[in-house]
């Protein structure tokens, strides 16, 4: 049962560090940089316990082309599923 966990772990490493690669290292004709247009809401509480709603214009957010999140950015995979996002004030 180690052995399974150990070579799980083995192989998720190698998996993050070879995704990680291909964000950072710069080969010629691939951009790992994408962009998704992304819909906000604000969601603020009033003092009666009622959320109040604004909504923000539609704007592109910078995303990776990877599996997992690196540089701060979000997958560009997981944006394009998540177009509509709420922000709980």
């Not at 070879?18 to 964000?23: E, I, K, Q, T, W």
């Not at 819909?39 to 959320?51: A, F, I, R, Y």
């Amino acid at each position: 049962m180690k052995r399974i966990v150990l070579v799980l772990l083995v192989l998720f490493a190698v998996l993050y560090i070879g995704d990680y690669a291909s964000v950072r290292l710069r080969i010629p004709g691939h951009n790992p940089f994408g962009s998704v247009t992304v819909t906000t809401t604000l969601s603020v509480m009033k003092k009666d316990g009622k959320p109040d709603y604004y909504f923000q214009p539609p704007q592109a957010e910078t995303c990776v082309r990877s599996i997992f999140p690196h540089l701060g950015y979000r997958p560009c995979w997981y944006l394009r599923r998540h177009t509509n996002q709420q922000i709980n004030m």
